[in-house]
């Protein structure tokens, strides 16, 4: 069932095709090399596979502009963690990863969205899934731009630690990429 929702966002969003598996599989890389048990590793890869479910209401033509978002498309893709959240409060079985879907955009210096939360009160589950769904859409070709080369996302993600990035997830993220895991 719940690959069946990824493939309905993926039509609708067809930057997304392949990016929630990519999201699920870095975070639960990182989560393991962070040392988290097992229960959490498997709510880490679930969150990552659904972060983005609540794309499916925000307007394919906003989410496929090749152009600069206008401060009212740029808010209405700001509510897709709020939406996804939403949907997966209501069902049984996910209901207890959508507070990590809700905070996936949040940033560790508190200037994320969307409840604006700060370092720690940020769930870990989250700030995980903020560095492997950030280095994802780095990379990855996007409707307005070419993906960045791995070095340059790796200085973006180094630049942006304490800012967007929890420190200790970033160091994580930075082991992987020195092992060649990333």
């Given amino acids: 069932m719940i690959l069946s929702i990824i493939r309905i966002v993926e039509i609708h969003d067809t930057y997304t095709k392949g990016h929630s598996e990519h999201v699920a599989s870095i975070s639960l890389d990182l989560a393991k090399e962070m040392g988290l048990s097992a229960e959490v590793c498997r709510q880490v890869y679930w969150s990552g596979l659904v972060h983005d479910i609540g794309k499916i209401l925000v307007s394919q033509s906003v989410l496929n502009k090749p152009d600069r978002l206008s401060d009212s498309e ?23 990863i959508a507070i990590f879907v809700r905070h996936h ?47 340059v996302a790796i200085d973006e993600i180094k ?24």
């Fill in 105 to 151: 955009h949040e940033r560790y210096d508190g200037n994320g969205y969307p409840d604006r939360l700060a370092g720690e009160g940020i769930p870990m589950i989250s700030r995980i899934l903020t560095v492997a769904d950030s280095w994802d859409a780095m990379i990855r070709d996007r409707a307005y731009r070419k993906g960045l080369s791995r070095e």
């Fill in 74 to 96: 740029f808010e209405m893709i700001k509510n897709h963690p709020v939406w996804g959240y939403e949907v997966l409060t209501h069902s049984k079985e996910l209901r207890e």
């Fill in 159 to 182: 630049r942006n630690v304490g800012l967007q990035f929890d420190p200790n997830v970033a160091k994580a993220f930075m082991r992987l990429c020195a092992k060649g895991a990333l």
